[in-house]
């Protein structure tokens, strides 16, 4: 009788602890989940004190389909990404999905079409890149903490040969004042009119997709009525990637 009465008891808090997480993921006044990302435009960026971009709207537009309270901040992508890999309840807007990345996160849906990574030069100097071997002889700077740094310790480049910085602006002064020969990023954070500027394109590196992606620390159920959302506003039209 004793133990009938232990598990019934069991049972009814299992029922409870779901009962309650239910209630807390459709009820936007007792869960509030927290949205970061770094200034990635035209993807995320701000403007007059707003935050705007297509992914922005993408990913605000899936949580207040699903009817979420959210908190969007902008933050240093290192700190995005940390928070990523250790908080609860946190998505991140605009991240890489690469194989190093796969298992580390729960993917929601992609944000953009695609962007391609490319190694920059300055168009004066005579070094060139021929392979990803060769560009080991160089030393290469990247945004710290981004899929560029994972791409090129994938590849065997060892941590002397990398310069990590904080911002892509960062690179691009580091590179014009030439203290690196090569810096290594996605064609959206090249400069606008890059034909007429110091700068060209070394050698393409690779190709990536940034999702809306969430920790591992998010409960599951929320993750699936996040990719409905995401699939039904991309049936009636209303997800455009870029």
């Not at 040969?161 to 892509?168: A, F, G």
Request: charged residues 25%; proline residues 4%.
């Amino acid at each position: 009788m004793g133990k009938k009465f232990i598990l019934i008891v069991f049972l009814l808090f299992l029922s409870f602890q779901g009962s309650s997480l239910a209630e807390a993921l459709n009820t936007s006044n007792d869960f509030t989940i927290k949205v970061a990302s770094t200034e990635w435009p035209p993807y995320v960026y701000l403007e007059n004190g707003k935050i705007q971009g297509s992914a922005y709207k993408i990913s605000t537009d899936i949580l207040k389909r699903v009817g979420i309270s959210f908190k969007f901040q902008l933050q240093p992508w290192k700190r995005v990404y940390h928070r990523g890999l250790n908080e609860d309840n946190f998505l991140i807007c605009g991240l890489g999905r690469t194989t190093n990345r796969e298992k580390l996160f729960q993917w929601i849906g992609p944000l953009t079409n695609g962007l391609d990574i490319y190694f920059y030069k300055r168009k004066s100097t005579h070094l060139q890149i021929k392979n990803v071997d060769n560009a080991k002889n160089f030393k290469i700077g990247v945004v710290r903490g981004g899929y560029a740094q994972d791409y090129l310790f994938h590849n065997g480049f060892k941590p002397k040969r990398i310069l990590d910085v904080t911002n892509p602006g960062q690179l691009w002064e580091i590179l014009e004042k030439n203290r690196l020969p090569f810096i290594l990023l996605p064609t959206n954070m090249e400069p606008l009119d890059l034909e007429n500027s110091h700068f060209e394109r070394a050698m393409f590196a690779f190709r990536v997709t940034d999702y809306l992606a969430a920790s591992k620390q998010t409960p599951r159920d929320l993750i699936e009525k996040l990719k409905s959302a995401y699939n039904d506003l991309k049936k009636e039209g209303k997800i455009v990637l870029e």
